[in-house]
């Protein structure tokens, strides 16, 4: 799996701060931009993640290379619809270079490693002979599993963005998606910090976990933590 | 290949007539509702087709369940964003029936198809295997193939599906897609047959092919007549 | 203010309920769809509010008549994006009635009316001038003010209108918009009441307040019971 | 009015380059990007639009200041839902530079124009009583006309403003729009001439008018040219 930033919308936090003032102001957006310092670029955002006025977020867009990846992630992903996709087509493109992925599962299990990458050799195989036979290729794929490894390229804005990470940074998405979302987090914080400070799983962001039973126990439950303040309450 | 249509907007074909009424009357659009008899409804909706007035076929949504198709062809359906899907998950569901969709262009090759059953037969016993090593299902499933069959519900608004079936009922799509599209076609068509009278190909819409050298020939392309009105126009 | 439902997809609950079964079931959705009793379509979805699987509720559409309103109020409806509109067309159709807003602020401050409905007479006036002087509409429209009533066709899915009753039924919303989001939820209640059953604002969803310090106080804020949970913990 | 550039994606141009070459490739993306001299950047390009392979241009980001603007033009352009807005709102806002468009047509016709100033003195006036009072802003605005003047920032990918330009430059669409339209394609031309060569109205993309009866004659219709071909074609 590798994640790459590839490009984002030029000084994104000061078009975000610049986007949030206009709302609140008569001054016209360019110049309130000009006149936005860091320091003041700094302390509008978090204000603005403190009113949960997550609209201007939309203004600053984020593009990452995306590759070495299962065509399971590419169906979850995918079904993110605010978003932008580019993604290396298996009708078009032949299957040469026999990348799969290896879920550490399977990896650690000697006996379950040797019939995956044996079946996965024997589909290849299979896969190489339809296309001699002359099946065309987007024929001849229905033979690739969902391992088989694809690259794509993906753009997102920082409000999607904040949405992606609070679903798949969550120890309940799988493992994949939370890999590859974990690395973008960490790839706009370098850029962006301050729009991203509390970026993360819904937990990072709410104090809470809104799993409810499915939880992974890190936080407290929202129904934790009402039914303890409706108990502490009556009991006053 | 299962496609049924689950239910639809309630007169759907009136909905759009008094909608698109609404953009230019002074009167309430239940009152236009009210007054839109059979007739008017069918002459209103071949002028909003004409006039490519297309907002109005939003109000109109229908739901299909499509079952018995591949994942590859859930890949490319699921990257249409204006519509909803409710699919079977393969972390969730175990693939026990082994259903596997089989391409004419390998079922016509005795050599072809005597591979290809073979290897999806080994490689859904390898995920047998993997399930019974007790490697979870959403590691399992790398090892299925885009064969795989799956199930969703998709819901479109008539707008998307217009759109859907010009790109879809395509001969340039591919054969499984191009296969469902038709039958949404034509199951739509049966309940509202006015808001997808020129429904299909681009071509069928359009009068012209807009697909350039890839064209099939059916209809001429938009350089040929282009191309001819020019010279025509020229010599006069 | 009158708001209507002209029409919604057919059997909504149970098209939703099969939508979300067909995630986690191998059989096909039609068949899900035939074997579902009232009662287990009331069970179904009661657990997938308690589970926050959202997306099903797309599957179900809702179309209104909203009319009497302000030009105000479209330019607050029209910003949710997860929605389709047919408006009545300044530019089209001659603002003939004379229809205006007023806010019980005004109606019940008598110098304020009296200028109010004065200005509104005296700008009318103008807006007839300028069209007899052979003004277009759409330019002697701009003297129209946001007072001005419009109506409108709006569909949403129900998951959309479980986000905009969230934030549009709070206190905090514009009571004119509150006002018409009452209406829609009452009307949905009526036709698919286990669709809706916890819709509302976010503090009728959530059990708490997500306004911080604009909290209208019905409900603790997320500040407070966390603050209260954290302390209580901490005197463990 | 005044539009202009605020920000857009680094290297837009290439990015939608490296974005449509990673369909067809099976190197990864931001090899693929490092690759990608300026002169095959501007050779791809053109071929994406001529196979018209639009999706890509949904990687490049291009936020504008616009201001001086009516708010009868907010209300045509936030109708466009695949763009991001931030607004300034007269809810938070006191109108106060009474600041008004004028449109041509009252500006060209003195009893036109006199009527129209004094309304808007009248009715500023009135806004600004009816605060006195101590009518909220949110209310007080009812008597603010659509000539009053906002400003915002606004958001679309270079897909959407393809889409944009293509309904808002047509001679067709109202005047305001029009020129905002205008303006904002020349900027983006500046900066990424190979991704906007084509952009323009309907006519100058695809070589022909699909206006029908509403076409402003510079280009032929699509009736006329289809009419023509097959006239001459059963000629033959």
Redesign the interface.
């Known amino acids: 799996m590798?994640v790459?930033l590839?490009?984002?919308?030029?000084?994104?936090e000061k078009?975000v701060a610049?986007?949030?003032r206009?709302?609140?102001?008569?001054d016209?957006?360019?110049n309130l931009?000009e006149s936005l310092t860091d320091d003041r670029v700094e302390k509008f955002l978090s204000k603005l993640v403190?009113?949960?006025h997550e609209?201007?977020f939309?203004?600053a867009?984020f593009?990452f290379?995306?590759?070495?990846v299962?065509?399971?992630l590419?169906?979850q992903i995918?079904?993110h619809?605010?978003a932008?996709?580019?993604?290396?087509?298996?009708?078009?493109?032949?299957f040469?270079?026999a990348d799969?992925?290896l879920?550490d599962?399977?990896s650690r299990?000697p006996?379950?490693s040797e019939?995956?990458l044996?079946?996965?050799k024997?589909?290849k195989s299979?896969y190489d002979?339809?296309l001699e036979?002359?099946?065309?290729k987007?024929?001849s794929?229905?033979?690739?599993?969902?391992?088989a490894e694809t690259?794509?390229?993906l753009?997102m804005?920082a409000r999607e963005l904040l949405h992606f990470f609070s679903l798949r940074c969550c120890s309940r998405a799988?493992w994949e998606i939370r890999a590859v979302a974990n690395e973008m987090l960490k790839l706009v914080k370098n850029v962006a910090p301050n729009l991203f400070r509390r970026a993360g799983a819904n937990c990072i962001r709410?104090?809470?976990c809104?799993e409810?039973k499915m939880s992974c126990g890190k936080f407290?439950t929202?129904e934790?933590?009402?039914n303890?303040?409706n108990e502490?309450k009556s009991n006053q």
């Open positions: 590798r790459k590839l490009s984002h919308t030029n000084d994104p078009i610049a986007a949030a206009c709302c609140y102001s008569n016209d957006p360019d931009l403190e009113m949960k609209s201007p939309e203004h867009s593009t290379s995306i590759s070495g299962s065509r399971a590419l169906a995918t079904r619809r605010v932008s996709f580019s993604v290396r087509s298996q009708r078009y493109c032949e040469k270079d799969f992925v879920p599962s399977i299990d006996r379950a019939i995956y044996e079946s996965l024997n589909l299979t002979s339809l036979f002359g099946i065309p987007e024929d794929r229905m033979i690739l599993p969902n391992a690259s794509m390229v753009t804005n799988q709410l104090g809470y809104p409810g407290p929202l934790q933590i009402l303890d303040f502490r």
